[in-house]
């Protein structure tokens, strides 16, 4: 199945939860198995994390802060030109499907 959202693209957070919904963000990673996207700065979580020594490396312990997965359908991509959330809509050129805005009808590709 063709992916609707790819890594480098804006989004904005349609629903969930209360902190991050109406935020934008770009996309730095992709699972398609799942259905999920990780945005950077948005879908914060907090690890504790122990010391860890192993062949010359250390990692500090510390309470880190991790963007984490988040449903794709949770967010909608947000046209270039008329900058909006939008749908997505695909159309065949030179057999290659490209991504085109539903609202204004703009490449996103």
Do not use: W, Y
């Amino acid at each position: 199945m063709r992916s609707k959202i790819k890594r480098g693209d804006q989004v904005e957070v349609i629903t969930g939860k209360t902190t991050d919904k109406g935020k934008r963000g770009e996309v730095i990673r992709v699972f398609p198995k799942s259905g999920q996207i990780m945005i950077q700065g948005l879908n914060i979580r907090t690890k504790h994390q122990k010391q860890v020594q192993s062949e010359g490396r250390s990692i500090s312990p510390g309470i880190v802060k991790l963007e984490a997965p988040m449903d794709m359908s949770n967010v909608m991509l947000i046209c270039k030109k008329c900058n909006k959330p939008t749908r997505v809509g695909f159309v065949r050129e030179d057999n290659k499907s490209i991504r085109v805005c539903k609202k204004c009808g703009a490449k996103l590709d």
